[in-house]
Structures are given as structure tokens and as C-alpha cells.
Nanobody
Framework: QVQLVESGGGLVQAGGSLRLSCAASGIIFSKCDMGWYRQAPGKQRELVAGITRGGITNFADSVKGRFAISRDNAKNTVYLEMSGLKPEDTAVYYC?????WGQGTQVTVSS
């Protein structure tokens, strides 16, 4: 079955950095567009960054210049490098492939 397992979340001070990973199984990873989403308490889930199977990336305006997304097809893993973190980046971060979601990883940014 399809599994998407996120890791790398945690507590960080404002201005800090984190690297999230999402390991995929049960899909042909190299043929999938991948996305990172986040959901803060009381808010809708939103797209943070996406990367196509061809490596084309897109970002939410709120994270442009601070976040980077990359993929390693040999490891079936997609990454989200987050820097210059702000308290408003606090959320549960989810990985998505096709219609499948991971369980999420909590990112908390303290001011």
C-alpha cells in the first residue's frame, strides 16, 4: 500500500532552519508530482511547495525565498528545506503524492 512518512519537524526559534523529509513507498515515485502542505490550527490546509516529476518547483508567496523543495528519486524522498522561519510558519506539515497524504509532522516556531 501507499505510505508517505514525514520526518524532521520540531521546535525552532524564529530565524532558524529545519529540513523536512518525506519517504514514499507503494508508488512509482519518479513519475509523481510531489507537494508539501501545511495546516495551522483553525486554518485550512494550504500548499507550501510543489515539485513536478520533471523537477519544476512552485512555492506559496509566503515562503518564496525562504523555503526550497527538492527530490531524490533514488531514495523515493522529497525534502523541504525551511530557513528564516517565522512564528506564522507554525503548522503541521504534510506530504502529498497523487491523492495520498502522510500523517504530518509538527513544526513549531517560537518568537
Amino acid at each position: 500500500q501507499v505510505q508517505l512518512v514525514e520526518s524532521g519537524g520540531g521546535l525552532v526559534q524564529a530565524g532558524g532552519s529545519l529540513r523536512l523529509s518525506c519517504a514514499a513507498s507503494g508508488i512509482i515515485f519518479s513519475k509523481c508530482d510531489m507537494g508539501w502542505y501545511r495546516q495551522a490550527p483553525g486554518k485550512q490546509r494550504e500548499l507550501v511547495a510543489g515539485i513536478t516529476r520533471g523537477g519544476i518547483t512552485n512555492f506559496a508567496d509566503s515562503v518564496k525565498g525562504r523555503f526550497a523543495i527538492s527530490r531524490d528519486n533514488a531514495k523515493n524522498t522529497v525534502y523541504l528545506e525551511m530557513s528564516g522561519l517565522k512564528p506564522e510558519d507554525t503548522a503541521v506539515y504534510y506530504c502529498k503524492a497523487i491523492v495520498f497524504w502522510g500523517q504530518g509532522t509538527q513544526v513549531t516556531v517560537s518568537s
